[in-house]
């Protein structure tokens, strides 16, 4: 089976991590994978024998921006001749909404089993507030790039705001979870960490907007929580420094600590007291899923997108309304009595398991 990726470029992102995930697992499994890049931007170790190109831009006219799409596409349609003298692709997956807006106008890929994965809520990151005409116009956008086409969300919620706030009708709708390599994230968790035996609260996740930095500190000053918060990631410095400002306004400077990114976030995750979710989206939640495979127990707001889909029935107990006071109530309940973790239902997140749904994407 020859598979095609193609996204826009490989900085340190969830859905980028979920593609290098896929790749490493359908290698292993003697397939053979190609990942085009639209962008020479890398900071994923990439596996041996994956058939890696990046096809960058190198265009400098001036009227570069009203030409780019369909110049890229042409340029990826180059790219596919080249790589399809070894024989066509059985299976093109598309990532990011910029990459498949590149990817809809692909010749030849109009020709090929072609699906486009959406990793976020639309609604939410692209329609943002708008209203009236200038939202009209971007859900004209959106239907011009997935309408009748093949499409694959990472939750349920996903499809259906696609579908109910975006209008469109695919051709076919699935929804296929990420995957998580259960075995290499629990061994990564094992590497040594200094925070080992003692009590802390950690948030993974970049310091964007949407992930809501500013709910949590505020929640976790009205908890009373006492143990530490560790943030683990990166934004602008702006940013951190708005949140520093916040955390010393709120009596809680000295007790939020900001650890940067770090490139095992797992060993962190395993030894926290629980794991927190403040964000007012999230297409499907990676870091829930991580913390539970490490047996840590997790709080997340009960945002749109996958969240809710992962914590049912027990797990339910972690959901907190999108405000400070409800998150705040939500993290004292998990943190002093925390539900059991049943390893046995995560299962269903593996990425022999997750391979598997993609590879019936072929005979669809």
Known sequence: MRILFVIDGL?????????????????????????????????????????????????????????????????????????EKEGPFDLVVSHLHKTDRIVSRSAIL????????????????????????????????????YQHRNVVTVSDAVGRDL???????PAQLKTIYNP???????????????????????????????????RLIEAYAKSGITAPLLLLGQGKPEQEAKLRELA????????????????????WMKHARLLVVSSDSEGFGNVLVEALLLGTPVVSTR???GVTEI??????????????????????????????????????FSVETICHQYRQLSSS
């Open 11 to 83: 900085p340190g992102g969830g859905a980028e991590k979920v593609v290098i995930t896929l790749a490493e697992q359908f290698l292993r499994e003697g397939e053979h994978v190609s990942l085009f890049s639209l962008r020479d931007v890398c900071e994923y170790p990439l596996p041996d024998n994956l058939d890696y190109r990046v096809i960058a831009d190198r265009c400098r006219k001036p009227w570069r921006k009203i030409t780019e799409l369909t110049r890229r596409a042409r340029q990826l349609d180059n790219a596919i001749k080249e790589a």
């Open 311 to 348: 914590l049912t029935d027990e797990f339910e107990r972690g959901l907190a309304d999108l405000n400070s006071d409800a998150l705040a109530r939500t993290l004292q309940s998990i943190y002093d009595n925390p539900p059991p973790i049943d390893a046995q239902r995560l299962k269903k």
């Open 163 to 169: 579908v109910e706030q975006c209008g469109v009708t």
């Open 248 to 267: 010393a306004r709120l009596g809680v400077g000295e007790r939020v600590i900001f650890k940067g990114f770090q490139p095992n976030p797992w060993m």
């Open 110 to 145: 109009k020709h090929r089993n072609l699906w486009f994965c959406l990793h976020g809520v639309f609604s939410a990151s692209y329609l943002g507030h708008r209203t009236g005409f200038s939202r009209w116009q971007k859900q004209q956008k959106i239907k011009r790039v």
């Open 303 to 305: 945002c749109p997108g």
């Open 180 to 214: 998580f390599d259960i075995a290499a994230i629990r061994a990564s968790a094992d590497a040594p960490c200094e925070m080992a035996g003692q009590d802390y609260l950690i948030h993974v996740g970049r310091f964007h907007p949407a992930k809501r930095h500013d």
